[in-house]
């Protein structure tokens, strides 16, 4: 990690490329789930080009990924405010971004049952309110400590951790409503 960011902070085109390889399908997940399908590519592009600008101010104090995906929370916040979200289930349950590439080898039930568990969990995600779905994408998506998370959204640790209890509460119900565990 610490060549990849020196390489970055030296200007190196491979260190972002690598960067981009090796973040750039996590990163436009959380785009994705957090602020919706249509300005996912757009924000994902974003993010890539303020870390590119501002790799100098990192510091490695904190882990590199927090860092990586607080500019995406921040870029997702600030899209929100501009607009209303725009995200339907439709485009979350789409084509599933990068993920479209994953090998799949399963029965065709097993695939349509699959399909169906994702399109609930995905719906599920979509309807928690913005900032459990967003503690919620940072934990899971981002790999985030609750410390990390709560720093990210400038909050006390309790409420990122009181968040993520009522988002799983929320999510319990609404994939039990569909006959899910």
Known sequence: MDELI???????????????????DRIYRFVKRLAGERPADDLTQEVFIRVHRSIESYRPEGRFESWLFTIANNLCIDHARRRKPEASLSELAGDGGPDRFAAVSREPLESMEED??????????????????????????GGMSF???????GCPLNTALGRMHYAMEALRKSLKAYGMQ
């Open 6 to 24: 020196r390489g970055l902070q030296a200007g190196r085109p491979e260190a972002f490329e690598r960067l981009v390889r090796e973040y750039g």
């Open 147 to 153: 410390r990390e998370i709560a720093e990210t959204m």
């Open 116 to 141: 169906e568990r994702r399109c609930a969990i995905l719906a599920a995600v979509e309807r928690l309110p913005f900032e459990q779905r967003q503690v919620f994408l940072l934990r899971e998506e």
